[in-house]
Structures are given as C-alpha cells and as structure tokens.
Nanobody, 125 residues
Framework: VQLQASGGGLVQPGGSLRLSCAAS????????VGWFRQAPGKEREFVAA????????AYGDSVRGRFTISRDNAKNTVDLQMVSLKPEDSALYYC???????????????????WGQGTQVTVSS
C-alpha cells in the first residue's frame, strides 16, 4: 500500500483545511486508517482514525469536536476536515493504514502498518 497525503498549507487561526489521503492497493479499503501529526521537538500524536467500514471513528482529545474524519472506499481516500484551527495544530500530518479493520487501539501508532510521507499544516497569522 502506498499513501499520498495532500491538502496541507498555511492558514490563519480559526481557519479550515481539508487533508486527503489517497492510497493504492485493495488492502486500503479493508483496513482502518488513521491520521497522526508531529510537530518539531514533540512526539507523534494521534489525531483521528476511522474503521474499515467508516462506521466507527476515534479522535484525539485535542481535536475532538473540531476535526472530522471520513472515507470513500470506492475512491480509496480518507479525508480529515479541520475547522477552528489553532496555532498548536501546526505539524506534519501523516496518514497511516492500520493492521486491522476495526478500531481497537486507534491511538497506538505501532499497530499501523503503512505510512504516508506527510503534509505540512501551519496555523499562523
């Protein structure tokens, strides 16, 4: 599975961005997918995840209520809609494919098997 994340950029505080993760391969549609982020000097942080079917989602505490994850298995894409962005949301955002289809421990990055190259999000005035 190869992943391509896109949609990052520079946005003012309070603004919105929509990230997209496009994948090759049939495995993508059978697995849960997550988004993580990492800012300079900080550990990688769980952002959101979605189950194989899209019926279950999970969010990190810092983004819950502001970010929404969705997927389109026909197109092999997973999107992350981000609103009310804050400067502390600035980071390199990665999408990753989980080893399973269900969301059991979506925050555990060790259980993700494939990773994209990341897309930079900068929130600044």
């Amino acid at each position: 599975v190869q992943l391509q994340a896109s949609g990052g950029g520079l946005v003012q505080p309070g603004g919105s961005l929509r990230l997209s993760c496009a994948a090759s391969g049939r495995t993508f549609s059978a697995r849960a997918v997550g988004w993580f982020r990492q800012a300079p000097g900080k550990e990688r942080e769980f952002v959101a995840a979605i189950s194989q079917s899209g019926a279950a989602t999970a969010y990190g505490d810092s983004v819950r209520g502001r970010f929404t994850i969705s997927r389109d298995n026909a197109k092999n894409t997973v999107d992350l809609q981000m609103v009310s962005l804050k400067p502390e949301d600035s980071a390199l955002y990665y999408c990753a494919v989980h080893s399973m289809g269900l969301l059991l421990r979506p925050y555990n990055d060790l259980e993700y098997k494939y990773w994209g190259q990341g897309t930079q999000v900068t929130v600044s005035s």
